[in-house]
């Protein structure tokens, strides 16, 4: 079946340093990737959709120069958080749509500390 | 928006069956979905089941769909500690390609 590889799982950084999320689908090519932001006990909110080859749509309220994402090839969509801050601190979590009726394959999430 | 609703908490005994509830939001939806989350993992499809369908079953799950109320369930016969997860609902609607997902239930199985 498809597989979305994500990576790192967990990553721990310093304030005001950018870390990097990328997500790659492996046996399959992602014209779109979904990004999400999990708090603790919450549920999954979208962030923004990466298109491959355009520009990326973020939802409302999510701040596009701190939540950076390319989509650089058919396989690759990345999340870039820059200056990152401890309110930042979350679980990040990459989708990629199947064809009906198989919904999205997710990635394994990437656990983001910011001390 | 409206919120796709579920209960935040289930605890059932390992054996017993399970059943987790959904108030959806879009009638005009076209699938439905149950995802599963174990701890600092992504979710996992399930199952799911299209609008025209009332029951769907697949081994120990059984999935209903009562259109009129707009209402999903997810029954687990023989509830097995592995169970014990975050169970997602989710709809996909006819309009838009995004899944919308519900506020999530945690099901705790005890011994």
Redesign the interface.
């Known amino acids: 079946g498809a597989v ?1 590889s ?1 990576h790192p ?1 967990r990553v721990i950084c310093k304030s005001g340093t950018s870390v990097k999320i990328e997500c790659r689908s492996l046996d399959f090519q992602a014209t ?1 990737m ?1 990004w999400y932001r999990q708090f603790p ?4 909110m ?1 962030m923004a ?1 990466s298109n491959e080859g355009s520009k990326a749509t973020y939802e409302q309220g999510v701040e596009k120069d701190k939540f950076l994402i390319n989509h650089a090839s058919l396989t690759l969509s990345t999340l870039t958080v820059t200056s990152a801050h401890p309110e930042d601190s979350s ?1 990040y ?1 990459c ?1 990629a ?1 199947q064809p ?10 990437t ?1 983001l500390t910011v001390v | 928006g409206e919120d796709v609703e579920q209960s935040l908490f289930l605890s059932v005994r390992e054996g017993d069956s399970s059943v987790i509830n959904c108030t959806y939001t879009d009638s005009s939806s076209t699938y439905l979905y149950w995802y599963k989350q174990e701890p600092g993992a992504g979710l996992q499809l399930l199952t799911y089941i299209f609008s025209n369908m009332d029951m769907k079953q697949d081994q120990r799950l059984t999935v209903l769909l009562n259109k009129k109320d707009k209402h999903l369930s997810l029954r687990i016969a023989d509830t097995q500690t592995g169970d014990s997860a975050i169970y997602f609902c989710a709809e996909l609607t006819g309009t838009a390609s995004k899944l919308t997902f519900g506020t999530g239930t945690r099901l705790q199985v005890t011994l």
């Open positions: 979305v994500q799982s779109t979904f006990k919450q549920s999954l979208l959709t679980f979590i989708s749509p009906n009726p198989y919904g999205y394959t997710f990635g394994s999430g656990r």
